[in-house]
Each structure stands twice: as structure tokens, then as C-alpha cells.
């Protein structure tokens, strides 16, 4: 009966906890994206003189940043190449915790994201309909 339980919650439940991971990250960083994009100037200006990203244009670190962070969520959303959209949004975490804040929601990002970088986005995703197909 308990092996029964557990195996209908590894069945049923990893699925949903995977696209609930992948909604949430795409969440928080549309949102991040989206006002980096409404107001690009005042980004352009943060990243030259309140960011402190390193070894990389300011300008031109405004313009990856805004972009992955519109791009990467639409592609978790859809669970399309979604262990490659981990990969930027991890890095813009890592930047931020090291570079600028030092918060505890940045580890849980990256417990989340890294999640979903090892296991991939599950059965409910377009990936998944890829697998099967191939």
C-alpha cells in the first residue's frame, strides 16, 4: 500500500512539482525582464553604474540580461529546450548573489533552476513530445 502511494506520487506528482518549478522561475524572471524592457535606459544605467558585473560591457550586459530573462521564461512555460533555458537564468542568479545581493531567495532559484537543468521538464512539456516522437 505505502509502495503504491509513493509510486503514484513519483507517477503523477514529479510531473506537476516539475511544471510548477518551471512556471514559478519563468514567473519571477518575465517579470524582472519585462521592467528591464519598459524602462531600458534606467537599466543601461544600473548595469554601468549600481551592477557591478564583471568582465563583460555594461551595455552589453543590459542586453543579454534583458533578453534571456523575456526569452528563457516563454521556453520554460512550454517545457521547450528547457534545460537550455536553465543555463542563462542560472547564470543571471549566480551574478546577482555574487555580484550585487546576497539573498536567500537566490539559492532556491538555483535549487529550482538546477532541478530543472538535471532532470529536465517532464512529461508535461513540448520536449517531452519531442522524446516520444523520436
Known amino acids: 500500500m ?3 502511494f509513493f509510486y503514484r506520487l513519483e507517477t503523477y506528482g514529479w510531473p506537476i512539482l516539475l511544471l510548477v518549478m518551471r512556471l514559478w522561475m519563468a514567473h519571477i524572471f518575465w517579470r524582472s525582464g519585462r521592467v528591464k524592457f519598459i524602462h ?3 537599466t543601461r544605467r544600473l548595469f554601468k ?3 557591478k558585473v564583471p568582465y563583460i560591457n555594461p551595455d552589453l ?4 540580461t534583458t533578453t534571456f530573462e523575456l526569452m528563457c521564461p516563454v521556453l520554460l512555460v512550454l517545457g ?3 534545460r537550455l533555458a536553465t543555463i542563462p537564468l542560472l547564470t543571471i542568479t549566480a551574478v546577482i548573489q555574487f555580484t550585487y545581493l546576497n539573498h536567500t531567495d537566490h539559492f532556491y532559484w538555483a535549487v529550482l533552476l538546477s532541478t530543472l ?3 529536465g521538464a517532464g512529461p508535461l512539456s513540448i520536449d517531452a513530445l519531442i522524446c516520444k516522437r523520436s
Request: charged content about 15%.
Open 40 to 42: 531600458f535606459e534606467s
Open 61 to 64: 550586459a543590459a542586453y543579454l
Open 80 to 82: 521547450f529546450i528547457a
Open 2 to 4: 505505502l509502495l503504491s
Open 117 to 119: 537543468l538535471f532532470k
Open 49 to 51: 553604474f549600481e551592477y
